[in-house]
Structures are given as structure tokens and as C-alpha cells.
């Protein structure tokens, strides 16, 4: 007797998604919009403002599409504690070492300096809040 296996016939109506967006969840959202401007140059794409959240969609001055960075505050004056079972958030950027000292002059924390990996070069940084964030280059 021989089986053989299919693929579930609801994979075949399944469209691919696209990646959207991440969310980091801060205490002071006008610090953080302003942070993640002079850092890494992104701008606020669009603003939602309700009763009890806010939030600020990031993107790259001029981009239409493609993943944003959202960052989204409860209005209620809840406290917040990071949990280690997330990694960071990557950007590429055009060279790591000067995007990691540039980040620790606008008030970022040293996570791991630049070092190569292969064929890029990496830095880790936290921003005010203690979000781990990940600058990334190819090499030359």
C-alpha cells in the first residue's frame, strides 16, 4: 500500500503577503518620532491619534511603499518593560560606523560595536527607550 502526500488544496488559493511594517510600543512618542529622525532620517508618513493610542508610521523621506516603522503610545500613562523574546530592528544604512557614532552623538547606547559578518558590516545600538535596533552595510 503507498501514500502520498499532498499539499492542503487552501495553499493554492493563498496569495503571498507582504511585509508591511514592525511596531515598537514607547513611553514618549514625540522623543522617539524625534530620535528616529535625527538617527536614521525617517519622517512620520501618516499620524493616528484615537481616545486611548497613538501612533506615527515612519518611513523614508519620499517612499510610497515597502515596510515602515510604526511607533505607537498608550495614552494611558501605562509603564512598559522590554522583553528579551524579540530581536532587533535592521536598517540598512550606508556605512555602519559612521551611522553607529552618529547614533551615540543623538543620545543612542553602545549594544555591540561595528564588526564585519561575512559580507556586511554590522553595529548594534538601543535607542532612548532600550529597543534594540541593528545597522547594517554591505562591504565594499
Known amino acids: 500500500m503507498s501514500e502520498t502526500a499532498t499539499a492542503p488544496a487552501a495553499a493554492a488559493t493563498v496569495s503571498p503577503a507582504t511585509y ?3 511596531k515598537l510600543i514607547v513611553s514618549d512618542l514625540d522623543g522617539a518620532v524625534d530620535f528616529y529622525g535625527r538617527v ?3 519622517v512620520v508618513a501618516q499620524s ?4 486611548e493610542i497613538a501612533e506615527r508610521i515612519l518611513g523614508k523621506p519620499g517612499q510610497q511603499g515597502g515596510a515602515n516603522l510604526v511607533l505607537f503610545q498608550h495614552k494611558d500613562g501605562r509603564k512598559l518593560t522590554l522583553g528579551d523574546a524579540h530581536g ?8 555602519v560606523d559612521a551611522s553607529y557614532a552618529h547614533a551615540l552623538s543623538q543620545g ?20 532612548p527607550e532600550g529597543h534594540e ?3 547594517l552595510s554591505v562591504k565594499g
Open 20 to 22: 508591511a511594517f514592525s
Open 40 to 42: 536614521l532620517g525617517l
Open 48 to 51: 493616528i491619534d484615537m481616545d
Open 88 to 95: 532587533p530592528v535592521g536598517f540598512f544604512v550606508r556605512d
Open 108 to 127: 543612542a547606547k553602545a549594544q555591540r560595536e561595528p564588526f564585519d559578518a561575512g559580507t556586511l558590516r554590522v553595529a548594534f545600538i538601543l535607542d
Open 133 to 135: 535596533i541593528e545597522l
